[in-house]
């Protein structure tokens, strides 16, 4: 439970419907919540990667349980996949493309609307995989390297570990040539 219950309660919104109580979150409670800091928040916002936050009657930053989904979206692309912002965005618009069109499908029936529809989001979808692949490919890539650098030096090892065990062969038969000689 939060440390300011006000802060999870229905907040008036400027210029919002009062009967529309839709639970909003201040920024410091987002900012726990996805374990980010609110420059960051306010960051992506100006990007483009967040919509802009609503404000309250005392202009502060107002979030939905949709921008916390968005931003925890965000923050596993950035932090797990290493996209770039520019990436994230292009992945943040195809989400909000897909909710605009799951919006309007509840209320389009039109076979033809609906198709194209189906297209739009497929189309969206395949661009994101698309850069999903080439990021997992990276990865396999730089995986292999890596296991390939772990194998060389494994041989490494053990051909410098025979060597040290041939060395000191070497000097322990040596003392025992010198007293079989004397």
Request: net charge negative; no cysteine.
């Amino acid at each position: 439970m939060s440390d300011h219950p006000s802060e999870s309660l229905p907040i008036p919104i400027s210029g919002a419907d009062p009967s529309a109580e839709e639970r909003f979150l201040r920024i410091d409670e987002v900012a726990r919540r996805t374990n980010l800091t609110k420059r960051t928040l306010r960051y992506y916002e100006e990007l483009g990667l967040l919509e802009p936050a609503q404000r309250s009657e005392g202009n502060y930053r107002l979030y939905s349980e949709r921008d916390i989904r968005t931003l925890t979206h965000i923050k596993a692309m950035r932090d797990l996949l290493g996209l770039e912002l520019k990436e994230i965005r292009e992945m943040v618009a195809a989400e909000l493309e897909r909710d605009a069109i799951r919006e309007q499908w509840q209320s389009e029936s039109n076979p033809e609307w609906r198709m194209k529809a189906l297209d739009e989001v497929e189309h969206a979808v395949q661009r994101e995989l698309e850069m999903l692949e080439a990021r997992l490919t990276g990865l396999q890539e730089m995986r292999q390297s890596l296991q390939e650098r772990m194998e060389k030096y494994q041989r490494l090892r053990r051909e410098l570990r025979a060597q040290l065990r041939a060395q000191r062969a070497t000097r322990h038969a040596e003392p025992q040539e010198a007293a079989a000689e004397a």
